[in-house]
């Protein structure tokens, strides 16, 4: 009887046995370059930053390998820093460039506090290693502001001291294990040190060169020595790393690089190995390891040709434990320093062992991976992911293997969906790139639209861009589409109002006039020169080529918002599918002059829209509302509801060699694969028989 009432379209219990569409991949972001602390650690997970999601990976000891664990999407605006809870490996916290504090539970995957106004955008925060459940932020110069988020106590205080600060605060950092004790790097090169029974120290240890003057020499990286209560490790970007005593206000020890080019972007240290740190450089991807005892680096590798942004480093993972070499025991030091055992001198000859531990490297151009030191090799490394939100998605006409993705990050990629890799990315620097569109055939060519620069044609396999179209000036152009019928020619539609249709090579054939912007426009599948647009006055056009005439042949009222996206059927001939912020989706009969269906559903405004490709009535749409609908467009069911993704949907794609594979991109950074196949199944009986299943199999007794 139970499968019976999975064929029921009207029985209740269908909602129940939903949500057959099921994720078979994810294409995840890389890491953002904005911001400085955008990646953390604790135990045996780490978390990275794009522009408005947190990624978080966590070891799977099954398989001894680390698998993406969550992604958390609440922020709408820049995330500027992350901190772990150094008490519950659940749990930590983020900010964000709308003065927003948000306390996350991985396990939950959801957000448990929320504080809104932190009076300026925090660059940095850090639990309070002395209270459980209080969050130390601060912006710019200050004051260091206490968010107690539960208790008797919870509310934001000041703290005594940390304010009216003389410079920039770069970054900030608790000690461990003194109580209350806290350093702050500054813009000016300098460190404020402050603990509870001690006078403070502001503006203190800047190096020697900057001494006297008004040079700038950000700190880039402050460490606290994990054996010691004083000292600190720090860098700045252009005077190099010192091991610093906090106390005495004194350089214990300034190391030495192989070229004096060389700046430090981050520095770890390595738990496994008591005085053994490692550092990122800036400009180029080169890993460095150093012991306390040396002035010069043990080893340096060139893992990636840019440079780095942040590193830290886990222990370990436990079935790896018997493979370490063997570390002094504890009590051979106090300290990182003079008492750590000394490194072996190292002749040409012989590779110095590197300790067991695993580096999470984020990079300047988002790359982001994991990296065994001990083995010496990549765990994984996910390069050229974007760091943006991503606004259009795009299977390559003659490949299902090639996937176009288009980003706010000002770049297109191309990935190749086996592998999850990114294979081709576009130059860049683009301003936003909302919309792509592939040449028809085995072109090589992708068309790109964007916020500032107009459009332009990318050939993918030579690397540059070959055309540019500037009929919008500094518009934004908010849809480009080739036709696919007539390589020829290239549409776009933009915030100035127009559409215009011209040929590859520049010359303009026509210029559509609408009353607003213009967001959205389609070919027809079936008819080279009809093409359908979305326009913020709430209407939909349909335009044909082969007369002079500029006025529509058709405008389609119904909406009552502004619609962005228009889709013809790729099998139903006259019909097409609009998409609009009033959070509907309606069907329109060319033929009939008529609104045949309205699919509500959505709460938000829809934006990605997809006919699919086999199955003439499914419709699959995605929503503000971060969710992707599955619809039988006959009747307006909705067949399944996908919830999957943490942010706003914005493009939604299949390959006609492979219609029940769909691609999707949103805001939280990602793009996902979709196999549709336990959806369709049933649906597929239905259509080929177009009989409705009660009809095939009788009277049921019910």
């Not at 300026?120 to 969050?135: K, T």
């Not at 990050?409 to 190749?416: H, P, Q």
């Not at 861009?465 to 849809?479: L, P, S, V, W």
Request: with cysteine.
């Amino acid at each position: 009887m139970d499968i019976l009432k999975w064929f029921t379209k009207n029985d209740t219990d269908v909602k129940i046995k939903m949500s057959q569409v099921k994720q078979v991949g994810l294409l995840a972001a890389g890491c953002q370059p904005w911001n400085k602390d955008v990646c953390a650690a604790s135990g045996d997970r780490f978390a990275y930053c794009a522009t408005l999601a947190i990624y978080v990976y966590q070891l799977d000891h099954r398989y001894n390998e680390f698998k993406l664990r969550a992604i958390m999407s609440e922020h709408k605006k820049t995330i500027t820093a992350i901190s772990w809870s150094p008490h519950n490996p659940e749990v930590f916290a983020s900010a964000s460039a709308d003065n927003l504090l948000i306390i996350w539970n991985v396990a939950e995957q959801k957000a448990v506090a929320r504080l809104d106004n932190t009076k300026g955008i925090p660059a940095s925060l850090s639990w309070c290693w002395n209270a459980g459940d209080a969050v130390a932020f601060v912006s710019h110069r200050g004051p260091l502001y206490i968010w107690t988020i539960s208790g008797p106590d919870s509310g934001v205080a000041v703290h005594k001291e940390a304010h009216s600060f003389l410079s920039d605060i770069c970054l900030f950092r608790w000690h461990p294990l003194k109580r209350g004790k806290v350093v702050f790097g500054h813009t000016d090169g300098s460190l404020s040190v402050f603990q509870p029974g001690s006078k403070n120290q502001k503006h203190v240890l800047r190096p020697e060169s900057l001494e006297g003057t008004d040079e700038e020499d950000p700190v880039t990286a402050l460490e606290w020595d994990p054996l010691s209560t004083d000292y600190l490790l720090v860098a700045n970007l252009h005077n190099g790393i010192r091991l610093v005593d906090s106390e005495s206000l004194s350089c214990i020890t300034t190391f030495s690089f192989p070229s004096s080019a060389a700046s430090v972007q981050c520095l770890a240290w390595v738990p496994s190995a008591p005085g053994m740190f490692i550092t990122g450089d800036s400009q180029v991807g080169v890993l460095r390891v150093w012991n306390v005892s040396r002035t010069t680096p043990l080893d340096n590798f060139k893992l990636k040709k840019t440079g780095f942004h942040a590193l830290h480093v886990l222990n370990s993972p436990p079935a790896k434990k018997a493979l370490m070499s063997i570390s002094p025991t504890k009590n051979h030091h106090t300290s990182s320093t003079s008492e750590a055992v000394p490194p072996p001198t190292l002749s040409q000859n012989r590779a110095f062992s590197l300790p067991p531990g695993h580096a999470v490297c984020c990079f300047m151009d988002g790359g982001v991976g994991l990296y065994d030191m001990g083995a010496k090799k990549w765990d994984f490394l996910r390069d050229l992911g974007h760091v943006e939100t991503i606004f259009d998605c795009k299977f390559k006409p003659d490949d299902p293997n090639l996937l176009a993705t288009a980003s706010f990050d000002g770049t297109i990629k191309v990935w190749d969906i086996n592998t999850l890799t990114a294979v081709y990315t576009s130059p860049g620097n683009e301003g936003v790139v909302y919309s792509l569109s592939w040449a028809p055939g085995d072109l090589n060519c992708i068309a790109g639209a964007t916020s500032r620069n107009g459009g332009f044609i990318w050939d993918v396999k030579k690397g540059k861009m070959i055309t540019r179209f500037n009929e919008h000036g500094k518009n934004g152009i908010f849809c480009i589409a080739w036709s696919h019928k007539d390589s020829k020619r290239i549409a776009t539609c933009s915030g100035d109002g127009f559409c215009i249709i011209r040929t590859i090579d520049g010359k303009v054939l026509h210029k559509y006039k609408h009353p607003a912007a213009v967001f959205g426009c389609d070919w027809s599948q079936n008819n080279k020169d009809m093409i359908a647009t979305g326009c913020e006055d709430k209407n939909v056009r349909v335009y044909y080529l082969a007369t002079s005439s500029d006025q529509p042949l058709k405008v389609f009222t119904g909406h009552t918002a502004k619609v962005f996206h228009v889709r013809w059927s790729p099998l139903r001939e006259g019909i097409l599918c609009s998409g609009s912020d009033d959070g509907t989706v309606r069907i329109w009969d060319y033929t009939q002059d008529a609104c045949i269906n309205v699919l509500s559903g959505h709460t938000a405004p829809v934006r990605g829209l997809m006919w699919n490709t086999e199955v003439p009535y499914l419709l699959t749409s995605g929503s503000w509302d971060y969710t992707i609908r599955v619809w039988d467009t006959r009747d307006g069911t909705c067949l399944d509801t996908v919830y999957d993704h943490g942010a706003d949907v914005y493009g939604l794609t299949c390959h006609p060699s492979r219609p029940f594979t769909m691609a999707s991109c949103s805001r939280d950074s990602t793009v996902r694969l979709w196999s549709l196949t336990p959806l369709i199944a049933p649906l597929l009986i239905n259509i080929l028989v177009d009989r409705s299943w009660d009809d095939i199999i009788g009277n049921t007794g019910e």
